[in-house]
């Protein structure tokens, strides 16, 4: 086996589906892994249509069971390279603080954070051993810059911020490269898992009602300014393809922009911005 092999985590939908298919259309073979392989069709019809079906090998993985990557484990054992991981696996909780239950920060964790690390942590190895491999890890505008209503997804993508700061530092030294994409507004299904946890807080005994319907209207008023996912995918496969990636890649419409705001201005003026979206 000679092509070169990418492994993509969260391929269903989203981000993950759209980047299998650039990779595939780029002459990868992509391990397009899923929790639910029953979810692959929309990914191989896509993939029929551009006549790239025999580019994508479809592989269960729930990356929050230890079963399901010991059994991942074993699979990539029996693989002769990869040459690109793409953690991609998440979900996005919403709600205020005081009303989520621990255990909901917990999954958000167990997913956004801990998934990516123990996915990491199997195929280490092979890239270590060949001396080349690139990891990719799909965080947020949100893993730098917090928000009212979001703090189980916020706090993931800090830490994974964070883990991949320290990661790339680790394994520089092996040939291996890691980067993050940090994307702002994209029209994708992130949002469906935790909108109930959101919900909580519309409820009408709930003492952040209105606050949550405030920002339920911010984040409705800027659906037209979603960008497109496709950008995304397009901008992993340009990394994965760069000689030197460098650790961030911020992407979307205002994200660097914000990012410098923030970093510049003193907090009290940046909370004021903030907050006064929302009286």
Known sequence: MTEKIAIITGSSSGFGLLTSLEFAKKGYLVIATMRNVKKQTKLLEQAATLHIESNIKIQQLDVTSQKSIENFTSFINTLERIDILVNNAGYASGGFVEEIPLEEYQKQFETNVFGAISVTQAILPIMRKQKHGKIINVSSISGKIGFPGLSPYVASKYALEGWSESLRLE???????VSLIEPGSYNTNIWEIGQKLAETSSESQSPYKDYM?????????????????????????????????????????????MMLIKNILPWKWWEFLVLRRFK
């Open 171 to 177: 394994v520089k030294p092996f040939g291996i490269d």
């Open 213 to 257: 319907k405030k920002i339920e209207q911010h984040i409705q008023n800027g659906n037209e300014s979603f960008g497109d996912p496709q950008d995304v995918a397009e901008k992993i496969v340009s990394i994965a393809q760069s000689q030197h990636p460098t650790l961030r890649y911020p992407i979307g419409k205002g994200v660097k922009l």
